[in-house]
């Protein structure tokens, strides 16, 4: 199945819902502008301008995608700062269908720094790497490292505070994070999920406990890793580096990780190995 095929097949009015009938000229609609923009983050398609040129020179790509006519870059550009709720929405939908085709059984929490050294947003941040200048990237995987939950936001925003959202509605028997996380608020947050919660322990708040389930927390460590890196270095691509501002580049991480996704849906239906290529 064809990256086109796959976003006419996921990206449909199913998961957006229809937008009501109007008089006059009823452009692309937000469907067909969701389907063109997953479509460019699938395809690696990092600006606006490609993006029209490769419809151009694919017609039947085009018409895969439900467009009679191909949009200029504007419109396109104007898609991707219009639509970043949409995005949004639909990236939690499908993520809601791949957890009925494949249950969860562990949630990894974590962020991972977009670095971007120009954008007038961006802000200063640190990781265990040191400092950075960019954007963050919060997810929530399953214990395949799919992403369920997403969060973009500038690079000096605290991960803590973000954990609650990013398990919100997650049914799994345990939420994994590392010490960033620790915190009562979160542990209770998990445990109102019905979700064992393994956050190791920060030293910074005194003497280091142990907590139940540490092995677990060890063993499976290095998904959500594996995902930080495969996500930027092969879905995203840099994407983010482009476009300026954060609504922007958070719409196109939003449309990677919709990809991604559906790609692993079809791949586990057809019984194929998820790629990490």
């Known amino acids: 199945m064809e990256a086109c095929e796959v976003v006419r097949l996921f990206v449909n009015k199913a998961i957006v819902p229809a937008e009501p009938k109007r008089r006059g000229n009823p452009g692309y609609g937000r469907v067909k502008a969701l389907r063109v923009m997953v479509y460019a983050r699938l395809k690696g398609l990092d600006n606006d301008t490609r993006v029209i040129e490769h419809l151009k020179k694919h017609p039947r790509i085009a018409e895969t995608l439900g467009l009679q006519a191909v949009p200029d870059r504007t419109t396109v550009g104007r898609w ?42 961006a802000r200063w941040g640190h990781t265990g790497r040191g400092k950075f200048r960019g954007f963050k990237l919060h997810a929530a995987v399953n214990q395949l490292g799919l992403p369920l ?15 609650p959202k990013l398990i919100e509605d997650l049914e799994a028997d345990y939420v994994l994070a590392d010490a960033g996380y620790d915190s009562k608020a979160n542990r209770k947050a998990a445990k109102a999920s019905n979700a064992e919660p393994v956050i190791a322990p920060n030293s910074r708040r005194g003497k280091r406990k142990k907590i139940k389930h540490a092995g677990l927390l060890k063993s499976e460590r290095y ?55």
């Open 80 to 121: 991707w700062r219009r639509y970043l709720f949409l995005l949004e929405e639909t990236f939690v939908n499908v993520a809601d269908m791949l957890q009925l085709i494949w249950p969860t059984k562990t949630v990894i929490v974590d962020s991972t720094p977009l670095v971007d050294l120009y954008d007038m947003e």
């Open 223 to 277: 998904v959500i890793e594996q995902f930080n890196g495969h996500i930027k270095a092969n879905v995203l691509k840099d994407c983010w580096v482009r476009p300026k501002g954060l609504v922007k580049k958070a719409a196109m991480v939003m449309a990677g990780l919709i990809g991604y996704d559906a790609e692993a849906i079809r791949s586990l239906i057809v019984g194929e190995q998820i790629s990490r290529a």
């Open 149 to 163: 939950r997403a969060l973009i936001t500038p690079g000096n925003r605290y991960d803590s505070p973000f954990f």
